[in-house]
Structure formats: C-alpha cells, structure tokens
C-alpha cells in the first residue's frame, strides 16, 4: 500500500507542473483517464501480486511521467500522442498480465517463437518504410510501427524456452574447437541464427542499436544459462572482428565512431546533434537549469533518443542521477523476482526482461553523454514512441505476470 | 537451478559495476566539466540567453558606452571598426567574440553563484543583464585606430603598474555593427580582418627585443656597463656568415648604453654568443614567453626556437631578434610595462568592474602580479638608457615635451620585401605610466613607422 502511495505522490506532482507552464488544457481529461487506469491497475497488482512488482510498476509510472513532461516541454504536439501511447502501453500491461495461462504454455514452442521473432525482424525490411536513416519501419493504415521493438519481446522470450530446454546439451563439452568448448553445431544453430538476424538487421536496416540490443542479450542470456565462457569469448570475438568490418565498410559507422573519438572535428556536421548534448548536460550543473529554463530544444531529436540530456539540463545533476538510480533499482528489481521464480525458463524470461531494460537505458545513456559512441535506441517508458512505450509495458507485463505471488504482507 | 542463480547473480554484479561508472562519469560531466564549454563560441545557449534577457552595457574607463543593446533588441557599438577587438561581437548564428563572448555570461545576467543554484538562481535573476566597465580608453583606443590608418599593424597600451588594458587595436578591423551581412567576405579577404594582431599575430621582434638582451647580458656578467665594444660594421659568427649593421653603418668603439641607443647588432649578436643557450633560454623563460596570457585575452604562445639546436649563428641573430623567434605585440607590451613597473611584470587584464542592474559592484579586478622579471636597479638602468633612444637615438619621433617618454624601435625583417616597423616603451603621464608596444606590418623602419605613432597615443592622453 505503501508503495501505492508514492505513485500516486509522483504521478500527480507531475502533471501540476506542467499545468503552470501549458496554458492549454486539453490534454487534461487525458491525463486524468491516465492516472485513473494508473490508479486501478496499480491497486489490483498490490491486492494480487508481490510488492516488488507493484513498486516496478510505479517506476514505470514515474518514468513514463517524467517522458510525457519533458517531451510536453520539448514539443507541445506530441503530449497527447504520447499520453495517449502511455494509456495503451497500460491496457496492454492489463492484457498481458491477465494472460499468465498463455504466456507460461507460450515458453513450451520455442521453435515456435523464434521462427515468429525473425518473421517479425524481416516485416520491415520487405515492406518497410526508411525513417530517420532506419529502415525499421512499417506503415498500417495511419499507424507506424516498430517491429523490432516488438521482436525484443519474442526474443527474450525465445532465448528462455530455448536456452532452459536445451540447456544441459548447450553446456556438454562434446566437442573442442581451437581452445573452445563447443557443443554440436546443431544446437548451435538458433542461436547463431538469431546473432545471424541481428547482423542482418544492422546490415539491411541499418539499426545499429537495435542490432547491438539483440546480440547483446542473446549473449548475456545464454551466458546465465549455461555458466559456459566459452559462449562469451566468442561472442567478443565475433563483435570485435564485425565492429572492425563495419567500421571499415560501413561510411556511417565509421562516423559514430570518429565523432565519438574526437567530436571537435567536425562540430557542426556529424558531431552536431553529441555536441549539443554535451553542452546542454553541461549546462544542467548541480540543480538544473529548470524545468522549461533550459535550452534542450538545441538537441536535435531530444524527444526521443536524447531525451536523457534533455532531463540532465534542466533538472541537473540530481535529475539525471535520480534517473539512473531509479533505472538502476528497475533492473534490480528484475533480477531479485527472477530469483525467486520456481521454474528455469521463467527464472530465465525475467531475467532476460531485466537485461533488455538494462541495455536499452546504458546503451543511449552512455551514448548521449559520449560515455561510448552514440546508437540510436529508445529509453525505456521515457523516449517519445508508441511501440517503444507499448512494448515495454509489454515486457514489464510479462515480469509481472510471471512472477511468483510471495512476500505480500513483508 | 542453482547455477543460472549465480550466473545471475554475477552478471547483475558486472552490470551493476557499469552503471555506477557510468554514474561517476555523469557526476563528473555535470560538476567538474560543466564549465568547460560554457565560454565555447560555438555553444548557442550564450547568444540565446540575450533573447529573454536585455544584454548589459559595455563602458570604457571614462564611462562612455562602447557596446549596448538598442530598445528594437539589437547590439550598438559606437566606435565600430576601433574597438572592434575589444568588444567583439555576439551574434546567434556566427556566436560570439571578443569580451561579447568572454564575459556573455556577466553580460546575460549569470553569475557563477546564480548558475550554481540552478532553478532558484533563475528566480532571482532579472530580466536585465549587468553592465560591464572595461580598462580601455576610448580616446587612446580611437587615436591608436586612426594612427594605424588601415595600415596592417597592431597597438597595444597597457598601464604599467596595474596592468590595466588601456588600446588593445588591430588593423584591419571589422565593423561589429555590420559583421553578420559582411561575415563571409571578412572570412575571403586576404589581409585577415578578423584576425586580432595585437594578442595572435606573430612577428619578429628585432631589435626591441635588445632591453631584454641587455638585462640577460648583465644579469649573468658576461659583460658590464664600463666594457668598450668596438663595432666594425661587421661581425663574423662563422661558416662564412655575419651580422650587418642596418644601412651598413660602423659604430666604432661604443659602450652598453650607446650599443643600446644606436642599436649597435654587432655588440648585441657578440653578446647573445656569450650567454649562449642555456642561459638564452633561462631568460626567455623568466620574460614568460613560454606561458602565453590566458584568460581574458588569449595569446598565441610566441615562437621560441629550441636554443640548444641553434648554431652560433642562430644564437647571435636571437640577440638582435631575428632567426626563428616570433612574438605578438601584447607580449612586447608587457616586457615594456615591466620595465617602466620597476621589474614586476603584472597580467595584463580588461574588465574593471561588473555592476548589476541596481548599481551593485558584482566582480571587480584584482591586481595579479605574475612575476620579477628583472632588479629595480636594472629597471632604473634601461629606463635611463631607453629614455636616451628617445632624446638622442632612432626613437626621436616619440617625443613629447614635457613628459618622461622611453622607447626603443625595431625594424625587423622577415621573408617580404619590406621590414615590420616597430616601437616599445613607455611614458610618465601625471596620472599614470603607460606603456605600449606598436607595430606595423611592412612599415619599413621603427624610427619612421612606428615611433611617430607613439606620440600620437600620448597626446591622446593630454586632451
């Protein structure tokens, strides 16, 4: 109940905020069916499930509030697309938490789900629409969607079944190549299809960042699998020697990569859009310039992939380090359910949830502030998008809908 | 089961270690380096800010506005084209430059502790920005301007004892009023308008650079002011080359001071060979020329050749200020303050005063003294012995009854047909000892060029 508390504290300051800066009111019956269906959910998950997942979804909450400001802030036409977006990620939390049946038979067709996850990553390379330099795309009707967003949940839930199935044949040292402990190549297989699909992606689509998303958790994942290095080592060595190649014949990596090396080269060029970034997180200092005090509108795209920057100038130090505790505490609050869930596969698809969290907010966190060269993804619940904000409450759904009932009165 | 928990666990570990660096790296952006690129011309936050807020005034030391925001939000600068480096200009699309950008933030209102409280500084800011009052004088500035006469050249004049900025001039000049329509052909045109001579221009120095040789020279007895010189026109310094006197002149049999006076390169290449590189080096060194000014103005760093390298060649046209050796006029400046400051170099600096709309005294210059460059006896000396180049020697054209002027020219060549002209020195006025450093490029000789200049800033302290 506690926990219930804060939520509403945090969803309701926010919105008052933006009501002194907005003359307009429109959007206010918006935000209140917002914080109505925030509300009940809020209130049936802390009636029939562990209070860990209550608190993950206040987070969320909070997150996906302090977005819909920042982006009012940023560009006032995307409010109530966006509250609009958060309202839908909820109802599909709602379904996918009702579908525990489902989801938990869902784990026992593998093949199934990986077959649907590639499926899904080739949709907009065959009837895509190139957006923004990514062909990751596709159009229905007046919608644009994202599929790989979507895909990221078949994969981890792919990894899971597959992984906690073929788990013992994964880990048997059948077979030594070079110095590696390999097993047979056909269990292999989907896996190396999947760092195959990723790279095809990278390749046809030119999603960076998504790419690295999906190899990345698909290496972690069966790292917690198996416990086997060997997945690891090879896994560097595979992204060593692609980053390599990339950088040499792929013009707009090599790009990133300069920038983010020296970005004085070329300051109102390639490196405009990291360069702003720095200036406006540097500008934040301590407390912030304050909220709509700032200058976040230099940053080209700040609504969607620098909306972190955009948060660190106006709030400041303490915004930006609240955010990435609060991030933080999301992941660990992943792993701590994961912990505690009785089957393998489960234990594995919560974890993998956790971790596809983690890397999405590290990877453009990092970027943005020239921690590591720049790729483009979206930063969960925050980041102006519908299939971004839907398919993390999605995820977000299947942690809760998996997770044990336990600790309910501790 | 057991071992996918701490598979987990170890990667949640790994993972967590990353963000808490990365946390690190976020403390370190905002706090240590978040001041780093706020002077960055290229960071728009500092011409913004003059959309929401009436950027403040600039005066000189006589209060006479040099730079204001008209009531149409537009930037005025009265004097134009002469005081063009000293104001800069501040402009959103080609940023800012000058004390325009070196003291946006004072001008916009900010200050450090404003900026430090983050949304409650911004409360208590207002809407108008502070004023800002400037060391300059505009009437030297200006007279400074019209010497040069669209000569390329560069003056600078500095108030010996404090450091005080008094003419920071470089021509060609930009008019700031008009700079943004004229921006991309100031850029094409080949005499570099926007190019600040005074504080990045690098020349050779000549034979101004002979005080400081003289100081060196006594300072590490390779000779004294009694030993007699002969000068026969001529000085062999060996593999068949040799050091000239100007206009092949002979000097015959001199003493320290007339070498000085007359300018004698015979004597001064002799006595570069005796002090030889080490204490060459010592010497530049002490004189800072290897720390350039930071700061409100922002040298270039002089070019000083590795001593060490030099044949005795090199090492005897560096007493005379030839070979590889390039300095910027703001440079000489000092080492002329100096002199006429009994041996204390001060930093030279351009902001007196910052005032808040209400009249509130906000910042206000303290006197930095950098270093002792030379004894007050060896400062008495050269004051003397400069103040004899004045009456007697090349610097005539300096001369101004009734007032203590010291100088020395230069006249130094460089790879054109035609020599830089150049004048330092320094002079008493009732109110304060000036000093300034004067150049013009391709002016031919100091004596011609350069000193008559000097003349004209002095009056231009007597109206």
Redesign the interface.
């Known amino acids: 109940m506690l926990f219930c508390g804060f939520s509403l504290i945090f969803i309701h300051k926010n919105p008052t905020i933006s009501n002194v800066s907005y003359a307009d009111f429109k959007y206010l019956p918006w935000i209140a069916s917002a914080l109505i269906v925030a509300f009940i959910i809020e209130v049936v998950i802390v009636k029939t499930k562990s209070r860990r997942c209550a608190w993950m979804f206040s987070c969320a909450c909070f997150l996906s509030c302090l977005g819909i400001l920042a982006i009012a802030r940023l560009d006032y036409a995307l409010t109530i697309p966006q509250i609009r977006w958060f309202i839908v990620g909820m109802a599909a939390f709602i379904v996918v938490v009702r579908s525990e049946k489902f989801l938990r038979r869902l784990l026992n067709y593998e093949y199934v789900l990986g077959i649907l996850c590639v499926v899904l990553l080739m949709l907009p390379l065959i009837f895509g629409v190139e957006i923004g330099g990514n062909k990751n795309w596709i159009v229905l009707g007046s919608f644009r969607i994202q599929p790989s967003e979507f895909a990221k949940i078949l994969l981890v839930f792919f990894l899971a079944a597959y992984l906690s199935e073929h788990r013992k044949t994964l880990d048997l040292r059948k077979k030594r190549l070079l110095f590696f402990n390999l097993p047979p190549i056909r269990f292999l297989a989907p896996l190396i299809a999947i760092w195959g699909a990723s790279l095809l992606m990278f390749v046809v689509a030119k999603d960076l960042g998504a790419a690295l998303i999906f190899f990345a958790v698909a290496v972690v994942m069966t790292y917690a699998a198996t416990g086997n290095k060997s997945y690891f080592i090879f896994a560097l060595i595979f992204f060593v020697t692609s980053a390599i190649i990339s950088y040499c014949a792929f013009n707009h990596v090599k790009i990133r990569f300069d920038i983010w090396l020296n970005p004085w080269s070329d300051p109102r060029g390639a490196a405009y859009q990291i360069i702003e970034s720095l200036f406006a997180i540097e500008n934040g200092n301590v407390w912030g310039a304050g909220f709509t005090k700032g200058y976040p509108t230099f940053i080209p795209e700040a609504h969607t992939d620098f909306i972190f920057s955009a948060i660190a100038e106006e709030f400041g130090l303490a915004g930006s380090v609240s955010l990435i505790v609060i991030y933080a505490l999301l992941f660990y609050q992943c792993v701590l359910i994961s912990l505690i869930a009785v089957k393998e596969e489960e234990m594995l698809l919560i974890f993998g949830a956790g971790i596809m969290f983690f890397l999405q907010t590290f990877i453009i966190m990092g970027g943005v502030t020239k921690f590591f060269p720049l790729t483009g993804v979206t930063l969960p619940f925050m980041s102006y998008g519908g299939s971004s904000m839907v398919s993390c409450f999605m995820l977000l759904g299947v942690i809760v809908a998996v997770s044990r009932k336990e600790n309910v009165n501790v | ?1 057991y ?7 170890r ?2 570990a790994v ?2 270690v ?2 808490a660096l ?2 690190a ?3 370190y ?3 240590i ?6 002077h ?1 011309p ?4 500092n011409s ?1 800010l003059s959309d929401t807020i009436a950027r403040g005034a600039i005066y000189d030391n006589r209060g006479r506005i040099i730079a204001k925001t008209d009531e149409d939000g537009l930037r005025y600068y009265p004097f134009g084209e002469a005081m063009a480096f000293v104001t800069g200009y501040a402009d959103k699309k080609i940023g800012t430059g000058g004390a325009e950008n070196y003291f946006n933030r004072e001008l916009s209102g900010k200050t450090k502790d404003l ?6 500084g ?1 409360l208590l800011r207002g809407n108008q920005g502070n004023d800002l009052i400037l060391t300059v004088d505009s009437d030297c500035q200006q007279a400074a301007f019209d010497a040069l006469d669209g000569r390329r050249g560069a003056v600078v004049v500095l108030d010996a004892t404090t450091g005080a900025i008094l003419a920071l001039v470089s021509s060609p000049a930009y008019n700031p009023n008009r700079i943004v329509e004229e921006w991309g052909a100031l850029n094409e045109r080949e005499d570099h308008p926007l190019l600040n001579r005074a504080v990045n221009g690098l020349y050779p120095p000549g034979s101004i650079i002979k005080p400081m040789i003289v100081d060196l020279a006594l300072e590490n007895a390779v000779t004294d002011e009694h030993e007699l010189f002969t000068c026969g026109g001529s000085l062999d310094v060996g593999g068949g080359f040799s050091i000239k006197e100007a206009h092949d002149g002979v000097h015959g049999n001199l003493h320290l001071k007339d070498a000085l006076v007359e300018s004698c390169n015979v004597t001064f290449g002799a006595l570069a060979i005796r002090l030889g590189a080490d204490n060459l080096e010592k010497g530049f060194k002490r004189y800072g020329f290897y720390e350039p000014i930071r700061g409100e103005i922002f040298e270039s760093a002089s070019h000083i050749p590795e001593f060490k390298t030099l044949d005795r060649g090199d090492i005897a046209q560096i007493g005379i200020g030839q070979s590889m050796l390039l300095v910027t006029p703001v440079r000489m400046a000092l080492i002329s303050a100096s002199i006429a400051n009994d041996g204390v170099m001060t930093e030279p600096y351009l902001m007196e005063k910052t005032i808040s709309p209400k009249g509130i005294i906000l910042t206000e210059h303290k006197k930095k003294e950098l270093s002792r460059v030379m004894t007050k006896e060896r400062a008495g000396l050269l004051k003397d012995w400069m103040e004899e180049v004045v009456l007697s020697g090349t610097g005539k054209a300096a001369k101004v009854s009734g007032i203590r002027v010291a100088g020395k020219t230069g006249t130094a060549e460089n790879n054109s047909d035609k020599e830089h002209s150049w004048f330092i020195g320094f002079a008493e006025l009732e109110k304060r000892k000036i000093a300034f450093s004067i150049l013009v490029e391709n002016g031919g000789s100091g004596a011609d060029t350069a000193a008559p200049i000097a003349r004209k800033l002095i009056l231009s302290f007597e109206k």
């Open positions: 089961m071992n996918i928990k701490r598979n987990i666990l990667i949640t993972f967590l990353l963000f990365f946390l790296y976020v403390i952006l905002q706090l380096q978040s001041d780093y690129h706020a960055n290229l960071n728009s936050r913004v900026t430090m409280m983050g949304p409650i911004e």
